[in-house]
Nanobody, 125 residues
Framework: QLQLVESGGGSVQPGGSLRLSCATS????????IGWFRQAPGKGREGVSC???????RHIESVKGRFTASLDKGKNLVHLQMNSLKPEDTGVYYC???????????????????WGQGTQVTVSS
């Protein structure tokens, strides 16, 4: 029913920027929370940010001031603008959708029911 498609990943040097996009279909984005997660090899999936039309957005401490989630309601599109990228930001980034709340900087994967396939972000010299 709900489909999520990420795009915008790639390779960038430290200090560079990328903008990820997550297109949703099947359920209006206004009815969802969207979470951004990342996973490095050998590590668990880490919540990075969440956003909803009702609650606004939240970001984990390590990306505050560098990453900004935004919502394009008319196109059912969510973006994650990533600036001042660091090597430790490297990983596969996933968007996910759920029906709970985005009211904490701790983005809990258990709040999300639908997942995109992921897009690779590599930050290196």
């Amino acid at each position: 029913q709900l489909q999520l498609v990420e795009s915008g990943g790639g390779s960038v040097q430290p200090g560079g920027s990328l903008r990820l996009s997550c297109a949703t279909s099947g359920i209006p984005v206004n009815d969802l929370i969207i979470g951004w997660f990342r996973q490095a090899p050998g590590k668990g999936r880490e919540g990075v940010s969440c956003i909803s039309a009702r609650d606004g957005s939240r970001h984990i401490e390590s990306v505050k001031g560098r990453f900004t989630a935004s919502l394009d309601k008319g196109k059912n599109l969510v973006h994650l603008q990533m600036n001042s990228l660091k090597p430790e930001d490297t990983g596969v980034y996933y968007c996910a959708a759920g029906f709970e709340e985005c009211t904490s900087d701790y983005v809990d994967k258990d709040d999300y029911d639908y997942w995109g396939q992921g897009t690779q972000v590599t930050v290196s010299s």
